[in-house]
């Protein structure tokens, strides 16, 4: 289906104005001072078969790694329910390195589906250091550095 270029802006400004009030919304909510001050944080909008509709201008690697976070999670969640949140950092799989947490969640609207996209710098969740690229003290910590620690080499 083809529109006409007025209608066609319209819509895009629309759907670019939502994305940047997604990073706000973010921004306002987030405890961590990566989200809050430092602004390390992507946001976006997406069809129903992955493709993007409007991106904020926000972390340009973040923009780059969103259409393959998007296809991984339609790939490997699909069908979605409302309320349903997927969650990922996998590097294969989108994600631009661990500390950077994607979620994504299916938006359902009348006549209409698609994707909305964030993807946010997360200081510390669970490994050994609150640095992103700690020493690793044991096999479940974050192996990044002296990875070789975490095997007892």
Known sequence: MFA???TLE???HLFASVAEEMGVTLRRTAYSPNIKERLDFSCALF?????????AAHIPVHLGAMPASVRAAIDHCAPFAPGDVVILNDPFLGGTHLPDITLISPIFIPSAYGQAYGQAHRQ????????????????YGQAYGQAGQAYGQ
């Open 124 to 139: 510390a969740y669970g490994q050994a250091h609150r640095q992103a690229y700690g020493q690793a003290g044991q096999a």
């Open 10 to 12: 319209i819509f895009k």
């Open 47 to 55: 069809d129903d078969e992955g493709r993007l509709l409007a991106q």
């Open 4 to 6: 006409d270029p007025v």
